[in-house]
């Protein structure tokens, strides 16, 4: 089969990976956790920037804390996924754009959704299908939340990123200055 790499992966930033490996659902868990979504987060923070990726503020491991986060989030709004009781993946749900306006898609009219920020994927979790699970997970709680739309945004230049949430259904809907944004009907 040799080494692959799948639009799952990608999210997860992880480029060469043998896609042997295989996800166990009943060995994920996927729990409301700040801390354990904060180590998730530092480790794609860190993996980012030993990579050479031009980051921005958000992804910066020195801003990768409570101190920073807590500004932006609600401590309701972290979910972490275990993998056989290890954080392996990470994602902020939010029912509101406080962290990216969405003004330039929506004009004056503003719509319910639900917002994905921070998804991520420890590096020792990549390659098994993990962005897919926390996507799922998303739209679960989206449906329990009553929300029809999934919103999600990313720097336009991150053009495999933006193939990877076309490939989960996303449709881009508008880009602004570096700003991709995406949405998903559900």
Known sequence: ????????TLLGYNEDVNMKKQLDPQSIKIIQDTDMAISVMLDAGKWLEESGRNLSQWWHPQNMNRVFLLQHIEPNEFYAALVD????????L??????????????????????????????QFAGIGLP??????????????????????????????????????????????ETAFYQKEL
């Open 85 to 92: 009781g290890k954080p392996a993946a990470s994602v902020v």
């Open 94 to 123: 939010q029912d509101n754009e406080r962290n990216q306006s969405w003004k330039s898609i929506n004009k004056d009219k503003k719509q319910p959704a639900l917002y994905i920020h921070w998804l991520c994927v420890n590096r």
């Open 132 to 177: 897919k699970v926390m996507i799922n997970f998303v739209q679960q709680q989206a449906k329990k939340r009553k929300f029809s739309l999934l919103r999600l945004d990313t720097i336009v230049h991150e053009t495999k990123l933006r193939k990877i949430y076309a490939s989960l259904g996303f449709q881009l809907v508008g880009i602004n200055k």
């Open 1 to 8: 089969m040799g080494v692959q790499v799948s639009p799952l």
